[in-house]
């Protein structure tokens, strides 16, 4: 009997002809694209789209000396004569003179002939008001001007994502807008005659799931969701138009009708419609008949097989990559840890697998079969797993 940990001998299943690697196939995708055009935006809706240019610096941060700590800003030796108190958003135009202090706040613009600042738990004010206290070494507790970053610095390149984080250090260099690439603007279209939109499936038919997920995917690869579609199998044409109906969008994404079998169109619309294949399938395991092309137009369709863990095999395979291009942000390298648990790897092929974090390393997750998505529901990544590997050695993520 295997063992929970046990790494099966690999199958002998040889890829398609025109089968690309799964890596080759997440950098045509990457590649092919062209950026969109750059827009202006309030900082307010900046939010997850990317840096169209850098983000530099308007002037020095600090833009000038900046009390670190609370206490007394000192000149000379002490004891120090106190001529004024300083709070965060003022400023003293007079110049400190030897044996002189001002009282401080942290934040504070620190006066001309400071030598450093007194905290005020080491200050000792005595009864007419003078201060007394250990002599601090120079610039000790002052954020120097320029001390973060110099005038025109670049803090973060074009092709960044724009998180919270990002907006505050904007917004901190005096920024109001920012120039930034949209989101590629995506539509789904769903195919399937066996498909029930809602609640138990009758009799021979099985519930969508890939026009729920989606949305939610499409927006956590960095695109914008333009609505879910289902196009029956027949009659025969019904795919055609509504691809081409789909002119408000940049991506096409359809689901199912992606193999060779008799209901499926799409590489035949595909050739019929002068597309210029980027990817026709990809030697992996769930997803291989996965495809990328390029209209006429400049829209792109990404298919998807049409089962679900397959599906989603197939859009962090192409469709990801393919909004980071329109996006400028450049394709997110892979973390390599080590994956535990038990699969067969495939001669030829990649097989993507759902893990979970087991501390520093990750467990393969049950329930990954093409059409079921329990072990991606509960996982954390996906695993690339390439013929070579055995139990506990490393493997790409897809985080």
């Keep these: 009997m295997l063992s929970a940990t046990t790494t099966l001998p690999p199958t002998h299943v040889p890829p398609q002809p025109s089968a690309v690697s799964w890596a080759q196939a997440r950098v045509l995708a ?66 400190l003179g030897a044996g002189e202090c001002v009282e401080i706040s942290t934040g504070a613009h620190v006066p001309a002939g400071a030598r450093a600042v007194l905290p005020l738990e080491s200050a000792v004010v005595g009864h007419d ?117 789909r002119q408000d969008v940049d991506v096409v994404v359809v689901t199912g009708s992606t193999s060779v079998g008799a209901t499926d169109q799409l590489r035949r619309l595909l050739d019929e419609a002068g597309a210029r294949m980027v990817v026709d399938s990809v030697a992996c395991r769930p997803g291989h008949p996965m495809l990328l092309a390029e209209l006429s137009d400049s829209r792109w369709v990404v298919g998807l097989p049409g089962n679900p863990y397959a599906a989603l095999v197939a859009a962090h395979t192409l469709l990801g990559p393919l909004i980071a291009g329109l996006s400028r942000r450049p394709l997110a390298p892979l973390p390599h840890v080590p994956v535990r648990g038990r699969v067969r790897p495939t001669h030829g092929r990649t097989r993507l697998v759902p893990v979970t974090w087991n501390g520093s390393e990750a467990r393969i997750a049950d ?33």
Excluded: N
């Design 129 to 245: 008001g003078s201060v007394a206290g250990p002599l601090p070494p120079p610039g000790r507790h002052i954020r120097k001007t320029g001390e973060d970053a110099t005038a025109g610095h670049r803090l973060a390149p074009a092709g960044t994502r724009i998180g919270p984080a990002l907006l505050g250090l904007a917004a901190s260099c005096g920024h109001d807008t920012l120039a930034v690439v949209p989101r590629p603007r995506v539509g789904a279209l769903v195919t399937g005659d066996e498909l029930d939109p809602a609640g138990l499936p009758r009799p021979g038919r099985v519930r969508d799931a890939l026009g729920p997920a989606l949305p939610a995917l499409i927006s956590e690869l960095g695109g914008e969701s333009c609505g879910v579609r289902h196009v029956p199998d027949q009659p025969t044409g019904r795919l055609a138009a509504a691809v081409h109906e």
């Design 30 to 95: 990457h590649g092919a694209a062209q950026p969109s055009p750059a827009r202006t935006v309030p900082l307010c809706d900046a939010a997850g789209l990317t840096l169209a240019g850098d983000l530099c610096t308007l002037r020095p941060l600090p833009a000038f000396d900046t009390a670190a700590m609370d206490g007394y800003a000192v000149a000379g030796l002490g004891p120090w004569h106190v001529r004024a108190a300083l709070r965060a958003g003022g400023v003293w135009e007079d110049t």
């Design 367 to 399: 329930g990954h079969g093409a059409a079921f998505l329990q072990g991606a529901g509960i996982s954390d990544a996906l695993a690339a797993i390439t013929p070579g590997w055995s139990d506990g050695t490393p493997a790409p993520l897809i985080l």
